[in-house]
């Protein structure tokens, strides 16, 4: 049973923000060690090539490497081996790599001395490898569940990789359940309803993806068992097709284009444009941020945050059920690209404060955005006055490592309404 705890709300709100927030400053892995490198190493990659800042701010992260010290090789195609270690490494599980490919050698599998052995078994062991992907790369599990990687193997994960598999690796690589995912990773897990921050919007509409169909050209050539994962992935802005809409799913990948695609995937000023359409008053302008005195970063306005987070709250829908009052919170996918909305409800009870459930707080698996959210709320547990709970919206900005922009807070009354309440931040 859950322990009780006699808390005031403002305290409530205090001590939840500040232990989400610790959960979402994990250090950076793999970019203190190369602070040094330099895009102008290479000589292929100048600053009016397309996709120069996409390989700059990778490269100099130390996410992606140049095929030698002075070369990158945009042109060449993208093999499968390069494009697991990137998406391991993207996850944070770089170590975890390392570690299996060591196990591996200890243990005499076949394939262990290749560079990326240890790569490929990450992507198995999270999931992104199903079982038709064992068999088109011709991999052989073990009795221990290492990954056998035979010569036949080998051949196949050294050749190009075809757009429309990177795109299936990309979007499972969104809903990996967060204990896959390593503690210190670039991108956080468990913090979003469906899986992870990068989710514009933080879930999937299905009426947007099912619109998204007909903005593809040759959405008719994407295999069919692929058709979601280019829907996925074209909502959230990571891919958009050419000029005349066409994805080209069968297609080799070149090493510029993955510098695109990874770089949209963890840098969210770097997408393509939203696709939803946002009203008016949740859409950020440059007006809506002030710049930071300490980096001199921008920061999005307090106010716009609770304006944008009033708009959401005005969804929430209220029910006087005799013994208890029913809370809805109905989710309009109106939160800004790079913005994620978290809603907290808590009730009283006998003078404490209780929890009464969360929306986008914890993870779950539902691929979809979650439009509607129902909790009841016992009137009989009321603490004083009329109120027998609360709730707080949190708007959080993943482009600052999901800092609090800010929050705005509701009494829910015991005859079924919101009542504005103080929200104070530490």
Request: hydrophobic share 40%; proline share 3%.
């Amino acid at each position: 049973m859950r322990k009780k705890q006699r808390v005031r709300i403002a305290a409530a709100f205090t001590a939840v923000i500040i232990t989400a927030h610790m959960c979402f400053m994990s250090a950076p892995v793999q970019v203190a060690a190369q602070s040094a490198r330099k895009i102008s190493d290479f000589t292929d990659v100048v600053q009016s090539d397309w996709f120069y800042i996409y390989v700059k701010q990778l490269y100099e992260d130390g996410i992606i490497n140049g095929v030698s010290e002075n070369s990158y090789d945009p042109d060449a195609d993208v093999k499968m081996s390069e494009a697991a270690a990137l998406i391991v490494r993207y996850l944070g599980n770089g170590r975890l790599a390392e570690i299996s490919r060591e196990s591996k050698r200890r243990n005499n599998i076949e394939g262990a001395e290749l560079w990326y052995s240890g790569y490929i078994q990450a992507m198995i062991d999270m999931g992104i490898f199903d079982d038709s992907d064992m068999e088109r790369y011709k991999l052989r599990r073990a009795d221990s569940g290492s990954a056998h990687i035979s010569e036949e193997a080998a051949a196949v994960l050294d050749s190009p990789v075809k757009r429309a598999d990177i795109i299936k690796f990309i979007s499972k690589s969104f809903e990996i359940e967060w204990w896959r995912v390593n503690s210190n990773n670039l991108l956080k897990s468990d913090i979003s309803g469906n899986g992870h921050e990068f989710i514009t919007g933080g879930g999937y509409d299905r009426d947007i993806l099912e619109s998204i169909k007909s903005m593809i050209s040759d959405y008719g050539d994407i295999p069919e068992d692929y058709r979601m994962f280019f829907l996925r992935c074209y909502y959230n802005g990571i891919v958009r097709g050419n000029a005349a809409g066409e994805v080209k799913p069968h297609d080799n990948l070149k090493r510029s284009e993955l510098a695109r695609i990874i770089s949209s995937v963890m840098y969210f000023d770097m997408r393509n444009p939203d696709i939803r359409s946002l009203p008016a008053l949740c859409a950020v302008t440059d007006g809506d941020y002030s710049v930071s005195s300490v980096d001199g970063s921008r920061i999005l306005k307090k106010e716009k945050a609770e304006t944008i987070l009033r708009e959401q709250s005005r969804f929430t829908r209220l029910s006087d059920a005799g013994t208890y009052v029913s809370v809805s919170v109905i989710q309009q996918n109106i939160i800004p690209q790079g913005f994620y909305l978290e809603a907290y409800l808590y009730a009283y009870v006998g003078g404490e404060v209780w929890p009464a459930g969360s929306v986008n707080a914890a993870a779950n698996t539902h691929p979809y955005f979650p439009k509607e959210n129902a909790f009841t709320i016992e009137k009989s547990g009321k603490s004083g006055g009329e109120n027998v709970g609360y709730i707080y919206f949190v708007l959080r900005d993943m482009k600052r490592g999901g800092e609090v922009a800010g929050a705005v807070m509701f009494n829910i009354t015991a005859n079924a309404a919101l009542r504005d309440a103080p929200v104070y931040y530490n």
